[in-house]
């Protein structure tokens, strides 16, 4: 079973930084995603942005400027630095892994959250 372990949430300061890690129990191979949701009490799961195997990462618009993210392939572990943080990024941060095998099939795992609360 793969496993995906968030950590680094906790209270941060309105304009402070945190950074949260994903490690993935499964190796990330090329064409591999790892992404980056967060969600608040009521409203759906928002999409941050996500990396590849091959380090190529892409960042939402909602947050470009302010959260970037990389991934260590020899850690297997993805990270989501945030930046300038706003008391509306307060959520629950996930990670989900998808892979993707030579016949065709996918395979999606998501992580348990990690809590951001941004105070003002």
């Known amino acids: 079973q793969v496993q995906l372990v968030e950590s680094g949430g906790g209270l941060v300061q309105a304009g402070g930084s945190a950074l949260l890690s994903c490690a993935v129990s499964q190796t990330m191979d090329y064409d591999d995603v790892l992404a980056w949701y967060r969600q608040s009490p009521g409203k759906q799961r928002e999409f941050l942005g996500s990396v590849t195997g091959s380090n190529k990462a892409n960042v939402a618009e909602s947050v470009k400027g302010r959260f970037a993210i990389s991934l260590d392939i020899i850690k297997n572990t993805a990270y989501l630095q945030m930046t300038k943080l706003k008391t509306e990024d307060t959520a629950v941060y996930y990670c989900?892994?998808?892979?993707?095998?030579?016949?065709?099939?996918?395979?999606?795992?998501w992580g348990q959250g990690t809590q951001v609360t941004v105070a003002s």
């Open positions: 989900k892994g998808r892979w993707s095998y030579n016949n065709g099939d996918v395979d999606e795992h």
